[in-house]
C-alpha cells in the first residue's frame, strides 16, 4: 500500500501583555494542532487510521526527543486534524526540531512511515520585560534590589516585619492577604484573617523543612522528601493519611487506618498525566504517565507498572518489590502496550518495550511466573516461562514458546523449552500420552473416545465389549464380494498440493456398499478396520472352500488313476494269455 502526506502545521501560542499599571505573563501552552491530508494508492481515503508523530532533532538520523501516539483517527477525504503534544521538554530554545509520521489503517500488520521528515518552525512569542517598571500616570514605582522586588519600597523586609495588603471588609468577605517571616527559625507564611478569630495560612517549617498548611492545626504536610501527610506532621509515605479515607462523599469506596501489611494501601502510586485509573488492595503499584483507562486489581508485596502512553491496560495483582520509580525490574508485572491485562501472578509482562504502545496491543497473561506475550492478541493463562511472542498466539504450561503467529503451543511439566516453527499450527507435549473422550456415563465415567498412549505413534480406539451393544453376525462373503467391487483409487486432497497422493475409497462410496458410520463425508477406522476383517474372513472361507474342493478333485483323481492303473495291469495280463 503507497501512502503519501501533505502537511499543514498551526501553532498556538499566548503573548503576555504589558500596560502602565499591570505586568503580567501567562504560561505557554506545549501543545499544536497539526492539520494533514494523506493519499492512499492515489486515492483520499475516509476512514479510522493509527498515527505517530516522532520528534528529532535532525531532518535525518540524529535523536528522537519526543513521541505522541494517535489511535483511531478519523480521517475525511485525506484530511485530518490532530492536538500534537511532545511536551515542554522537548523544545530547546534556538534549536529547530523535525516529525516524522508513520501511519496504518487498521487491518495492517504494521506502519508506513511517510518518507521525509517535516521540520517545525518556531513562532515569535511575546515576552514581558525583567526590568522593574518605571513610573507611571497613576503614581505606580517599582524598584529592583538583588532578589527583592518592592512597589515604593528598596529594602528588604527584616525578621520580624510584617508586610501586605490588609483591607477591611464587613460580614463574611475574604479579608487581608500578608507575607511574614516568623521566629528564629524562620518559618516564612502566606494567609488570611477574618476578625482575627478564623486564621488560615500556609507556611515553610524552617526547623523541619516541611511546607504545612494551617486551619485551626496543621492539617496538611508536605516534606523535603516529597511525603505527604494528612491529618500528620510526620508522615512516613508518599501520602500517609491519619483517619479513614472516603473516595467518596456517600462512603462507598472507604479505607480504614489499618495495615493488612507493611506501608499497605498507602505504597500506591498514581504518577502524572492519567485519565479513569484505578488502585485496589495494598501494593508499591506504578502507573506511568499519558494512559488512560487502566486499571490495577491489587496484591500483597507487589510491583506493577502500566508504561508511559499505553492505554486501557489492567493488573489484577501479584508482582514483587520495585527498586526504582518507573524502571521494571525482575518481579514487575509490567505492561507495555495499549489494552494489555495481566491478572495476577509475577514477574509477567504484555507487550514489548520499544517506546511505541501501539505496535503489539491486546496481549494477555492470567497469571503464573515469568511469562510473556509480546505478539499482538497474543495469551498466555498461566505457567512458568511461557512466551505467546507471536501475534494471536498461545502459550501455556511450562516453557511453551509460540514463536509464530496463530501458533498454539501446549507443554507438560518437563523442565525443557517446547515449540516448533511455521504459523497457525499446533503443538503439544505430553510424554504420558494423549486422552481425549467423548462420552461418558449417567455418572460421568468417560465410556467413548481415543488414546495416544506414552512412546507411541498411533491412536488406539475405544473398542471394550462392554462399551458396544446391539451386535449382528455380518456376511463375510457378501462384504468381500461389496470391498470388491468398491471402486478403489488413487486421489489427492484439495487442501493439499496435487503431489501427495493417497489411496482409498470415498466416503459416499464406502457408505453405499456397508451403510455404517455417523459422517457421510467420512470414513472412521474403526468402520474400515472392521470392513477389511470381515473381507479377510470372507476371502480366508473362499479360499478353505476351494481347498476344500480341490482336495476332493485331488481324491477323486487319485481314485481314477489307481482305477486306471488296474485296468492296465488286466489288460497286460490279457494279452500274455493271448498269446
Known sequence: MSIRARHFLFVAGVAAALSASIARGQALDATFNYQGRIEVNGSAPTGLYDMTFRLFDAPTGGNQVGFAGFGNVQVNDGLFNLPVNFGDAAFTPGQSRWVEIAVRAPADPAYTTLSGRQKLNATPFASVS?????????????????????????????????????????????????????????????????????TAWTYLDGASGSWRLFLGGDRLTVTGTGDTGI?????????????????????????????????????????????????????PNIILGNFEYSAFGGGVVTGKVIADSATGG????????????????????????????????????????????????????????????????????????????????????RRAKANGPGMFVLSDSNDFDFGGTGSNAMFARFTNGYFFYTGVNGSGVPNAGARLLAGSGSWTSLS??????????????????????????????????????????????????FGVGDDPKGITTVDA????????????????????????????IESQRRAIEELARRLEAIERNAD
Not at 481 to 502: E, I, L, N, T
Open 464 to 513: 471394550d465389549a462392554a462399551s458396544k451393544h446391539a451386535f449382528e453376525p455380518v456376511d463375510a462373503l457378501e462384504i468381500l464380494d461389496k470391498v470388491a467391487s468398491m471402486p478403489v483409487q488413487r486421489w489427492s486432497y484439495k487442501s493439499q498440493d496435487a503431489a501427495v497422493r493417497h489411496i482409498g475409497p470415498t466416503a459416499q462410496d464406502f457408505h453405499a456398499a
Open 130 to 198: 525583567r526590568f522593574p517598571w518605571t513610573p507611571g500616570a497613576n503614581g505606580l514605582t517599582a524598584t529592583f534590589n538583588g532578589n527583592f522586588v518592592g512597589i515604593n519600597r528598596q529594602n528588604a523586609l527584616s525578621g520580624n516585619e510584617v508586610f501586605g495588603i490588609r483591607t477591611n471588609f464587613g460580614g463574611t468577605n475574604y479579608g487581608g492577604m500578608y507575607i511574614q517571616t516568623d521566629s528564629a527559625q524562620g518559618k516564612p507564611f502566606y494567609g488570611y484573617n477574618t476578625g482575627n478569630t478564623n
Open 314 to 397: 489492567f493488573i489484577g495483582g501479584g508482582g514483587s518489590y520495585r527498586s526504582f520509580q518507573g524502571v521494571p525490574i525482575v518481579g514487575f508485572q509490567t505492561i507495555y502496550d495499549n489494552f494489555g491485562t495481566i491478572a495476577g501472578g509475577s514477574s509477567n509482562t504484555v507487550g514489548t518495550n520499544d517506546g511505541d504502545p501501539f505496535t503489539q496491543t491486546g496481549g494477555t497473561v492470567s497469571g503464573g511466573l515469568q511469562n510473556i506475550a509480546s505478539g499482538a492478541y497474543a495469551t498466555v493463562p498461566g505457567g512458568e516461562l511461557n512466551h505467546a511472542n507471536g501475534d494471536y498466539a498461545f502459550a501455556a504450561g
Open 231 to 283: 491529618g500528620t506532621t510526620t508522615p512516613g509515605a508518599k501520602l500517609d493519611v491519619a483517619g479513614d479515607l472516603r473516595i467518596s462523599a456517600d462512603g462507598t469506596l472507604r479505607f480504614p487506618d489499618r495495615m493488612v501489611a507493611e506501608y499497605g494501601f498507602f505504597r500506591n502510586e498514581f504518577e502524572t498525566k492519567f485519565s479513569a485509573g484505578i488502585f485496589s488492595f495494598e501494593s
Open 529 to 556: 478396520d472392521g470392513v477389511a476383517l470381515a473381507a479377510i474372513q470372507g476371502l480366508n472361507a473362499k479360499v478353505e472352500a476351494q481347498a476344500r474342493t480341490i482336495d476332493a478333485q485331488n481324491a477323486l
